[in-house]
Nanobody, 114 residues
Framework: QVQLVESGGGLVQTGGSLRLSCAAS????????MAWYLQAPGKQRDLVAT???????NYAGSVKGRFTISRDNAKNTVYLQMNSLKPEDTAVYYC????????WGQGTQVTVSS
């Protein structure tokens, strides 16, 4: 069964931190690069960060130095540590395989107040 369950979002002030988690089914997670994506209101879904099966990471320029992606291969879980949050980080955050599988979870809302 295909499953992606994101959690950990919330409302924070500028400069705050959040840690997102994503529990994925093995069919999506195992052996694949994983990624976090965001979708701001009225905009397309964009790639935020990726991590290979071996732990090599890559980040969008807008989050580099502030966000950290990690994974626990034993738990089929991927994380996104978000520090120094800005109002422009406000979005729904999704995880998925990279490249994305043709299925999306419900996402988790992150709202950063100024």
């Amino acid at each position: 069964q295909v499953q992606l369950v994101e959690s950990g979002g919330g409302l924070v002030q500028t400069g705050g931190s959040l840690r997102l988690s994503c529990a994925a089914s093995g069919s999506i997670f195992s052996g694949n690069a994983m990624a976090w994506y965001l979708q701001a209101p009225g905009k397309q879904r964009d790639l935020v960060a990726t991590i290979t099966r071996g732990g090599v990471t890559n980040y969008a320029g807008s989050v580099k130095g502030r966000f950290t992606i990690s994974r626990d291969n034993a738990k089929n879980t991927v994380y996104l540590q978000m520090n120094s949050l800005k109002p422009e980080d406000t979005a729904v955050y999704y995880c998925n395989r990279h490249p994305a599988y043709n299925y999306w979870g419900q996402g988790t809302q992150v709202t950063v107040s100024s």
